[in-house]
């Protein structure tokens, strides 16, 4: 009788499935025959009269009751089996630990979450769906259409209004699956170790540590992978709302505590891009318009200066080639230098290159921040003092920042004065000038020439008056690092092309030859990519998708501009020290 | 090298009157009380260094300092032996100081700096003969090269205070990697990855490679301690080693001994009477903006680990304070982590000892911080009336101000701590919970009698 039973069973599974309106009479109905099959059975049913007798040869059941089809369910097929919604279905999988399966066969499509059908049944009649699903009805009905049909629906299919800004995890999954450059970050790490020549180091890749930020802050470090396909299946399955790179490991990271085993812990970080964190809620004493995480283009001037500052020194003077400036996608800059050299920097060597850019010391309860004594400025401050910070200063941060607009704002520039007489002279000064009707735009530039007229007319020439313009500008201007990003090798930084959370935006490259022309507030969005994915028609000619997003100018420009001579460089330095390995081994042959 | 015990058998070399390099252990016969006497007096050395270092010294008082000590603890009556006792003192030190991390890294650090001071009394011959062991492959610049960056050198020296280079000044150009201290510093010059060092900063130069020579040296000393030298010389050699290796680097009070704990509630008034003023101020910032920065997290968190509140009231202290601004639950989240890896609890496991001063002076407070030593990073107005709100004044208040503004960090927060005790403390304080320690040991038995 039992097998006879269970194809009932099976029966009604098909039923259900194909029903969309199940109620729960079937629900419960379907899950008991195992268990109590007499109650369920009808005695006049023909089927129950052929039982005693055993089925004389197996029959091939039906499509979907066996196998994969039949013991995995997407995740869509279960929000409607359970009659929940998908933010309830999220809360229920949380609350009773149901995680997703990896079926062998995926029948509905390898894109989709699969969930085991015992799973599903087992919550069915679960008293707290009851309950959430309550709370479910008084939350409101409207955002449930929204959020099912964004759920498995594609991306192409979606109306263009339901893209609201802002981030989201659907649009982030589709993000992830069309248009995050995998390929390009996968070339990048490699450093050309992906190639066939005898002197690439295969196990490159897979000693650089990543890191993710899952949902609910969920953080997982330490990750590795082998392969393009490894990583990109990574994270278009995790998902994270953050991707950091770290350095590359002596062994692979996540087989870390197989080798702390030893006395010698050989698990450390033997290669590291030299990285810089400029962040603008260090500039908050200096600037007017916004603050803590809030940027603008008042202050986005600030930004461009610390590119061109930090670009031009580690070109001219540390002799680096391969620089990416990335945009953090909220308020400030990374900076990624890819060189050799620089990455085979040790601790100390890179301690040693962030105080040399450092020249703004002090900490809160410390009026004058910038000191520079001496004779002359040493040849690269000199340098981005007539080339970057005098020209930004004057011409631009004066007016757009006013920063001699008010008593509070005079107060704090002329703190930074060592002489009282000189600042009482300047107060009364600007204190006339006040009652004057000059335009506003021009009060802030006509006190400044003041200040520096009363500085620079030779008659003070007092030690430390000499360097109080030059002072000035530079506390208003020159870049603020976040030291401690750059000292360490094992510090993880955010990869570019990632969403920022909060904003939506994407870390997009930004080009430090135009960082003028460099906006913040239109980089591309999420939503905004989204949409734009949405209205392009299907092209035959486009082989990845982001072409036709305006994210392509972005993934051009690190593939042309970085990509390109990185590669080539690292190609060159293989083969060069390839041929010499070979020269010595067979000098020491003839030897 | 070979120990003997109380046989005289020294066959040195050659007398050599140059800086030793330490290349590789002699072949000498030492006695056991040599063995142990040279290494304490190489300590007292080096010690000095360390405590001068923590003071704020400036490189010239530095080199004073150093040939000073070297005078007193090393000297000896023949030259080859003073040469020798120089040697085995140090070969004896990188024994006793390879065992672990903090170890290496303290004695690294003590023996370069020695190493800096000794070279820079060397002639000018001394010093290149010594260069040329390192077979550092840099040649001096050609003249042609010379005249072609001679302005930018010029300015580099004018803007550290040294002569303008002349004609025949020698420079060596080298890659920037190799002078870190000089870049940290804007010291030199800097074109394309090369650094263009002087004839008279080529200390740096030499002092790195030194310093990975010696470095490199010491992971393989330990190495050969843990395999053999360690059970070989179970019953003679290792005694002595590790009761060197503890006598002199001072308690760092990872855990508080005396005071058991103190509890929550009477914190504010323990901050009140017995913090040091760095930590005060952080303390006052936290209730005021119910908020620290990471490097005042750490400061204060380490320090008051040190003090003797344990883990649980530290999580609801630090809870109480954050969650005013951030919220319960983003404290839950954010911070509650950094608490207990402080402690131990996450993460690598660490337990981490509190900052002494010499950590918290060599700090770098950047915008919105507070932490850092008050004597160095406050200025001077602000200190006057930071100290002010603890009740110094007059006379007190202004040598201390004078120390701060010498450098002398460390007195002046000694001076501060007496002003405030109004006892003299001789020791000195060269860490914040020494301080608080101290502090407690004068109020305590004050407390006990006003009670009974």
Same mark, same amino acid.
């Given at each position: 009788?039992?097998?006879?039973?269970?194809?009932?069973?099976?029966?009604?599974?098909?039923?259900?499935?194909?029903?969309?309106?199940?109620?729960?009479?079937?629900?419960?109905?379907?899950?008991?025959?195992?268990?109590?099959?007499?109650?369920?059975?009808?005695?006049?049913?023909?089927?129950?009269?052929?039982?005693?007798?055993?089925?004389?040869?197996?029959?091939?059941?039906?499509?979907?009751?066996?196998?994969?089809?039949?013991?995995?369910?997407?995740?869509?097929?279960?929000?409607?089996?359970?009659?929940?919604?998908?933010?309830?279905?999220?809360?229920?999988?949380?609350?009773?630990?149901?995680?997703?399966?990896?079926?062998?066969?995926?029948?509905?499509?390898?894109?989709?979450?699969?969930?085991?059908?015992?799973?599903?049944?087992?919550?069915?009649?679960?008293?707290?769906?009851?309950?959430?699903?309550?709370?479910?009805?008084?939350?409101?009905?409207?955002?449930?259409?929204?959020?099912?049909?964004?759920?498995?629906?594609?991306?192409?299919?979606?109306?263009?209004?339901?893209?609201?800004?802002?981030?989201?995890?659907?649009?982030?999954?589709?993000?992830?699956?069309?248009?995050?450059?995998?390929?390009?970050?996968?070339?990048?790490?490699?450093?050309?170790?992906?190639?066939?020549?005898?002197?690439?180091?295969?196990?490159?890749?897979?000693?650089?540590?990543?890191?993710?930020?899952?949902?609910?802050?969920?953080?997982?470090?330490?990750?590795?992978?082998?392969?393009?396909?490894?990583?990109?299946?990574?994270?278009?399955?995790?998902?994270?709302?953050?991707?950091?790179?770290?350095?590359?490991?002596?062994?692979?990271?996540?087989?870390?505590?197989?080798?702390?085993?030893?006395?010698?812990?050989?698990?450390?970080?033997?290669?590291?891009?030299?990285?810089?964190?400029?962040?603008?809620?260090?500039?908050?004493?200096?600037?007017?318009?916004?603050?803590?995480?809030?940027?603008?283009?008042?202050?986005?001037?600030?930004?461009?200066?610390?590119?061109?500052?930090?670009?031009?020194?580690?070109?001219?003077?540390?002799?680096?080639?391969?620089?990416?400036?990335?945009?953090?996608?909220?308020?400030?800059?990374?900076?990624?230098?890819?060189?050799?050299?620089?990455?085979?920097?040790?601790?100390?060597?890179?301690?040693?290159?962030?105080?040399?850019?450092?020249?703004?010391?002090?900490?809160?309860?410390?009026?004058?921040?910038?000191?520079?004594?001496?004779?002359?400025?040493?040849?690269?401050?000199?340098?981005?003092?007539?080339?970057?910070?005098?020209?930004?200063?004057?011409?631009?941060?004066?007016?757009?920042?006013?920063?001699?607009?008010?008593?509070?704002?005079?107060?704090?520039?002329?703190?930074?004065?060592?002489?009282?007489?000189?600042?009482?002279?300047?107060?009364?000064?600007?204190?006339?000038?006040?009652?004057?009707?000059?335009?506003?735009?021009?009060?802030?530039?006509?006190?400044?020439?003041?200040?520096?007229?009363?500085?620079?007319?030779?008659?003070?020439?007092?030690?430390?008056?000499?360097?109080?313009?030059?002072?000035?500008?530079?506390?208003?201007?020159?870049?603020?690092?976040?030291?401690?990003?750059?000292?360490?090798?094992?510090?993880?930084?955010?990869?570019?092309?990632?969403?920022?959370?909060?904003?939506?935006?994407?870390?997009?490259?930004?080009?430090?030859?135009?960082?003028?022309?460099?906006?913040?507030?239109?980089?591309?969005?999420?939503?905004?990519?989204?949409?734009?994915?949405?209205?392009?028609?299907?092209?035959?000619?486009?082989?990845?998708?982001?072409?036709?997003?305006?994210?392509?100018?972005?993934?051009?420009?690190?593939?042309?501009?970085?990509?390109?001579?990185?590669?080539?460089?690292?190609?060159?330095?293989?083969?060069?020290?390839?041929?010499?390995?070979?020269?010595?081994?067979?000098?020491?042959?003839?030897? | 090298? =070979?120990? *003997?015990?109380? +046989? #005289?058998?020294?066959?040195?070399?050659?007398?050599? &009157?140059?800086?030793? /390099?330490?290349?590789?252990?002699?072949?000498?016969?030492?006695?056991?009380?040599?063995?142990?006497?040279?290494?304490?007096?190489?300590?007292?050395?080096?010690?000095?260094?360390?405590?001068?270092?923590?003071?704020?010294?400036?490189?010239?008082?530095?080199?004073?300092?150093?040939?000073?000590?070297?005078?007193?603890?090393?000297?000896?009556?023949?030259?080859?032996?003073?040469?020798?006792?120089?040697?085995?003192?140090?070969?004896?030190?990188?024994?006793?100081?390879?065992?672990?991390?903090?170890?290496?890294?303290?004695?690294?650090?003590?023996?370069?700096?020695?190493?800096?001071?000794?070279?820079?009394? =060397?002639? *000018?011959?001394? +010093? #290149?003969?010594?260069?040329?062991?390192?077979?550092? &492959?840099?040649?001096? /610049?050609?003249?042609?090269?010379?005249?072609?960056?001679?302005?930018?050198?010029?300015?580099?020296?004018?803007?550290?205070?040294?002569?303008?280079?002349?004609?025949?000044?020698?420079?060596?150009?080298?890659?920037?990697?190799?002078?870190?201290?000089?870049?940290?510093?804007?010291?030199?010059?800097?074109?394309?990855?090369?650094?263009?060092?002087?004839?008279?900063?080529?200390?740096?130069?030499?002092?790195?490679?030194?310093?990975?020579?010696?470095?490199?040296?010491?992971?393989?000393?330990?190495?050969?301690?843990?395999?053999?030298?360690?059970?070989?010389?179970?019953?003679?050699?290792?005694?002595?080693? =590790?009761? *060197?290796?503890?006598?002199?680097?001072?308690?760092?009070?990872?855990?508080?001994?005396?005071?058991?704990?103190?509890?929550?509630?009477?914190?504010?008034?323990?901050?009140?009477?017995?913090?040091?003023?760095?930590?005060?101020?952080?303390?006052?910032?936290?209730?005021?903006?119910?908020?620290?920065?990471?490097?005042?997290?750490?400061?204060?968190?380490?320090?008051?680990?040190?003090?003797?509140?344990?883990?649980?009231?530290?999580?609801?202290?630090?809870?109480?304070?954050?969650?005013?601004?951030?919220?319960?639950?983003?404290?839950?989240?954010?911070?509650?982590?950094?608490?207990?890896?402080?402690?131990?609890?996450?993460?690598?496991?660490?337990?981490?000892?509190?900052?002494?001063?010499?950590?918290?002076?060599?700090?770098?407070?950047?915008?919105?911080?507070?932490?850092?030593?008050?004597?160095?990073?406050?200025?001077?107005?602000?200190?006057?009336?930071?100290?002010?709100?603890?009740?110094?004044?007059?006379?007190?208040?202004?040598?201390?101000?004078?120390?701060?503004?010498?450098?002398?960090?460390?007195?002046?927060?000694?001076?501060?701590?007496?002003?405030?005790?109004?006892?003299?403390?001789?020791?000195?304080?060269?860490?914040?919970?020494?301080?608080?320690?101290?502090?407690?040991?004068?109020?305590?038995?004050?407390?006990?009698?006003?009670?009974?």
């Amino acid at each position: 009788m039992f097998p006879s039973s269970l194809q009932k069973g099976q029966h009604q599974t098909a039923l259900l499935l194909e029903d969309k309106r199940y109620n729960f009479f079937s629900v419960q109905a379907f899950s008991s025959p195992l268990t109590f099959p007499l109650q369920h059975c009808n005695p006049s049913s023909p089927l129950l009269s052929a039982v005693p007798t055993k089925p004389k040869h197996y029959r091939p059941p039906v499509k979907k009751k066996e196998g994969n089809a039949a013991k995995y369910i997407t995740r869509t097929k279960a929000i409607h089996y359970l009659q929940i919604n998908l933010s309830t279905f999220r809360k229920l999988c949380i609350l009773k630990g149901v995680f997703t399966r990896e079926p062998k066969k995926k029948v509905d499509g390898n894109h989709k979450t699969y969930y085991h059908m015992k799973d599903i049944l087992f919550h069915a009649h679960d008293p707290l769906l009851e309950k959430l699903r309550i709370t479910m009805k008084k939350a409101g009905t409207e955002n449930e259409r929204d959020d099912m049909l964004i759920d498995e629906c594609a991306p192409e299919q979606m109306q263009e209004d339901s893209f609201e800004e802002g981030f989201n995890v659907d649009y982030l999954k589709v993000y992830y699956g069309k248009l995050f450059p995998h390929a390009e970050i996968f070339k990048w790490m490699s450093y050309g170790n992906d190639g066939k020549h005898l002197a690439c180091d295969q196990s490159y890749f897979g000693r650089r540590e990543f890191s993710f930020t899952l949902d609910n802050d969920v953080y997982l470090r330490f990750l590795s992978f082998n392969s393009l396909t490894d990583l990109e299946k990574a994270i278009k399955e995790k998902c994270p709302f953050k991707i950091d790179i770290g350095p590359v490991y002596s062994v692979d990271p996540a087989k870390r505590h197989a080798y702390a085993q030893g006395a010698n812990n050989v698990f450390k970080p033997v290669e590291r891009e030299l990285v810089f964190d400029i962040d603008m809620s260090d500039y908050d004493d200096v600037r007017y318009c916004c603050t803590g995480a809030d940027v603008c283009l008042d202050c986005w001037p600030l930004m461009t200066i610390a590119i061109k500052v930090m670009d031009t020194a580690l070109r001219d003077d540390f002799g680096f080639n391969h620089i990416l400036w990335v945009y953090s996608g909220r308020r400030g800059v990374h900076c990624w230098v890819c060189d050799g050299r620089a990455r085979r920097l040790t601790n100390e060597q890179r301690t040693s290159v962030v105080e040399y850019f450092r020249v703004y010391k002090g900490n809160e309860n410390c009026d004058k921040k910038v000191s520079l004594p001496g004779q002359a400025l040493h040849p690269f401050l000199a340098k981005c003092y007539t080339d970057v910070l005098k020209i930004f200063f004057e011409e631009i941060l004066i007016n757009r920042q006013s920063l001699f607009a008010n008593e509070e704002r005079m107060d704090r520039i002329l703190n930074l004065i060592p002489d009282e007489a000189i600042i009482s002279d300047l107060r009364n000064r600007w204190h006339e000038n006040r009652r004057l009707s000059t335009s506003k735009e021009d009060i802030n530039k006509v006190r400044w020439e003041q200040l520096k007229h009363l500085l620079q007319s030779g008659k003070h020439k007092v030690q430390g008056l000499r360097r109080c313009v030059e002072e000035i500008v530079f506390s208003y201007t020159y870049p603020r690092l976040d030291m401690e990003v750059s000292k360490h090798m094992n510090h993880l930084l955010k990869s570019p092309f990632c969403v920022h959370p909060k904003t939506g935006r994407v870390c997009i490259p930004i080009d430090p030859n135009c960082c003028e022309d460099f906006d913040p507030t239109s980089v591309p969005t999420l939503a905004k990519l989204l949409r734009q994915l949405n209205l392009g028609g299907p092209n035959e000619n486009i082989v990845n998708e982001w072409e036709r997003t305006s994210l392509s100018e972005s993934v051009r420009f690190f593939q042309i501009s970085f990509l390109q001579p990185l590669l080539k460089t690292c190609k060159e330095e293989k083969e060069s020290s390839y041929n010499a390995k070979i020269q010595k081994s067979k000098n020491s042959l003839t030897w | 090298m =070979e120990v *003997l015990r109380s +046989q #005289r058998k020294v066959v040195g070399p050659e007398t050599v &009157p140059t800086l030793p /390099l330490y290349r590789s252990a002699p072949q000498l016969e030492v006695r056991l009380e040599d063995f142990e006497l040279y290494a304490i007096d190489r300590l007292r050395v080096l010690k000095g260094l360390s405590d001068g270092l923590s003071r704020g010294k400036k490189p010239e008082e530095m080199e004073k300092l150093a040939s000073e000590l070297w005078k007193t603890h090393m000297r000896h009556q023949n030259i080859s032996e003073a040469h020798n006792k120089d040697i085995i003192s140090h070969f004896v030190l990188r024994l006793v100081y390879c065992r672990t991390e903090d170890l290496r890294r303290w004695f690294l650090s003590m023996e370069t700096t020695l190493f800096r001071y000794r070279f820079r009394l =060397e002639s *000018l011959d001394a +010093q #290149r003969m010594l260069m040329s062991e390192f077979n550092l &492959p840099y040649k001096a /610049l050609s003249h042609t090269e010379f005249e072609s960056v001679r302005e930018k050198l010029a300015q580099v020296a004018r803007s550290i205070g040294q002569p303008i280079p002349i004609n025949d000044a020698i420079f060596f150009k080298v890659p920037f990697e190799e002078v870190p201290e000089l870049v940290a510093g804007r010291r030199v010059f800097i074109f394309k990855g090369y650094a263009y060092v002087a004839m008279s900063q080529i200390v740096s130069l030499v002092v790195t490679q030194y310093r990975s020579l010696l470095s490199k040296a010491l992971v393989l000393t330990n190495r050969k301690w843990m395999s053999t030298i360690q059970t070989e010389e179970k019953y003679r050699l290792t005694p002595i080693v =590790e009761s *060197l290796s503890t006598s002199y680097l001072g308690p760092d009070y990872n855990q508080a001994k005396e005071f058991t704990e103190i509890s929550l509630k009477d914190i504010d008034q323990v901050a009140h009477s017995s913090f040091p003023l760095c930590m005060r101020h952080l303390f006052e910032k936290l209730r005021e903006n119910h908020h620290l920065k990471h490097g005042g997290r750490m400061q204060l968190g380490l320090f008051l680990k040190g003090v003797g509140l344990n883990l649980e009231d530290a999580l609801v202290f630090w809870k109480a304070e954050f969650s005013k601004k951030v919220g319960a639950e983003r404290f839950d989240k954010e911070y509650a982590y950094t608490v207990r890896h402080n402690y131990g609890k996450e993460g690598k496991r660490t337990d981490y000892t509190p900052y002494g001063c010499q950590k918290i002076i060599s700090s770098t407070p950047g915008v919105g911080d507070h932490h850092g030593c008050p004597y160095r990073h406050f200025s001077e107005d602000n200190l006057r009336a930071a100290l002010g709100k603890m009740g110094v004044s007059g006379r007190a208040l202004d040598d201390i101000i004078e120390k701060a503004r010498k450098q002398h960090y460390q007195l002046a927060c000694t001076l501060t701590f007496e002003a405030i005790h109004a006892t003299s403390c001789d020791s000195g304080i060269n860490h914040p919970n020494l301080y608080f320690s101290e502090s407690q040991k004068i109020l305590q038995p004050k407390q006990s009698q006003s009670i009974t």
